[in-house]
């Protein structure tokens, strides 16, 4: 169970991870560990995704998570990997403040003068998460973890141009609890930009891979706006990181990821300024 903190009803709830016993016992034998975080395994479950013959999970899926159809467009699915990647009827951007990119758990950390984070008591240099040195001492890490429910596009915060874009290769470890004695956010597939905003500076926007997501799509646009589509995830839990320098954080999120609780953000609400 996790924590997660609802802004519109100003409580803390709990959450279930999806397959969190499971994932517990796997994670505790290393050679089935390795297995089920290896690429291969991805690939197999996202071409049977693809295919029709995967259409038949869709009702299911939306009655154990819950999920409300009516805010997202109306479409014939013709595959699990199609509805899994649907769209929201509609998305209100705030027009002040930073915003967040997705809608997902999202919990912020301070970046210290020698350049590292410390994340659910794991120390991370910035370095080892974007293969290079940049300067983001005193500033902050957006951690914001997608639930395999959530709406999986995720959009740009602010208007600006894109300066560079790196993949990098990695494993495909779950993002819940169950694999904390791992650094995830080191050792996933990841792929990052460098974007210069209207507003904010240069901030470097992540998306990290997790289990059994074979893919992150990136839109290849060297311009964009704030609240434009900048891409989605296939299949499975994943993670946006946004690093950034000239921030002001919403005092309900820090205060929160100071107590390791999850804050509930959607695409385009305010999350700091």
């Known amino acids: 169970m996790t ?10 709830e709990e959450t279930k991870h999806f397959g969190g016993n499971t994932l517990n016992k796997i994670y505790q034998v290393p050679i089935l560990t390795k297995l089920v975080t290896s690429k291969p395994l991805s690939k197999i479950y996202g071409f049977y995704n693809r295919t029709f013959l995967s259409k038949h999970k869709i009702n299911k899926f939306i009655n154990t998570n819950n999920i409300d159809m009516t805010i997202y467009e109306d479409k014939d699915y013709k595959s699990f990997n199609d509805f ?8 209100n951007i705030s027009k002040k403040g930073f915003i967040s990119p997705c809608n997902a758990k999202v ?21 080892e998460l974007v293969d290079e040195k940049l300067d983001y001492k005193n500033g902050y890490i ?19 141009k894109r300066l560079k874009r790196k993949k990098i290769k990695g494993r495909l470890h779950t993002v819940s609890s169950s694999s904390s004695n791992y650094k995830i956010y080191k050792e996933n597939e990841r792929e990052y930009s460098i974007l210069q905003t209207k507003n904010y500076g240069s901030i ?14 990136n839109y290849d646009k060297s311009t964009f706006k704030r609240g434009e589509e900048k891409g989605y995830f296939l299949p499975g839990g994943s993670t946006v990181i946004i690093i950034v320098k000239n921030i002001k954080v919403d005092k309900d999120i820090l205060e929160n990821s100071k107590k390791n609780i999850e804050t509930i953000v959607h695409v385009g609400e305010r999350v700091g300024e």
């Open 3 to 12: 924590q997660v903190y609802n802004r519109i009803t100003k409580e803390v």
């Open 84 to 91: 899994f990647i649907r769209k929201l009827k509609k998305i």
């Open 107 to 127: 919990l912020v950390y301070k970046i210290n003068k020698n350049l590292e984070v410390k994340v659910k008591n794991i120390t991370y240099k910035i370095n």
């Open 142 to 160: 957006f951690i914001y973890r997608l639930a395999l429910d959530d709406y999986h596009r995720f959009h740009y915060i602010d208007d600006g």
């Open 204 to 217: 470097i926007y992540m998306e990290v891979g997790a289990l059994l997501v074979g893919k992150i799509i």
